[in-house]
């Protein structure tokens, strides 16, 4: 079992930055995938960015150039810095883990993220 705590969301402007953390409950080095998704009022849950264990990286094409998805080691952390954020950023998002044999998918419990003038 995985627990995920996420942080960091809140009002921004646009083109105003913010950066989210998704605590673990288990080493981080040690989950298959963890990425974030966003879920917008209305809309379905979209997917927004991917870390493997590995290290690689994969984001949606509306967040290239903005966002980079890392991992912080001393934390047990899966950070996603949003620069040059846009009101059409505004949504829930939620840490996602993909972790044990087989394979179970793991949510967070959301943190709001607002981009308003």
């Known amino acids: 079992q995985v627990q995920l705590v996420e942080s960091g969301g809140g009002l921004v402007q646009p083109g105003g930055s913010l950066r989210l953390s998704c605590a673990a409950s288990v080493n981080i080095f040690s989950i298959n995938t963890m990425g974030w998704y966003r879920q917008a009022p209305g809309k379905q849950r979209e997917w927004v960015a991917t870390i493997t264990r590995g290290g690689s990286t994969d984001y949606a094409d509306f967040v290239k150039g903005r966002f980079t998805i890392s991992r912080d080691s001393a934390k047990n952390t899966v950070d996603l810095q949003m620069d040059s954020l846009k009101p059409e950023d505004t949504a829930v998002y939620y840490c996602?883990?993909?972790?044990?044999?087989?394979?179970?998918?793991?949510w967070g419990q959301g943190t709001q993220v607002t981009v308003s003038s």
């Open positions: 996602h883990a993909v972790y044990g044999w087989p394979n179970r998918n793991y």
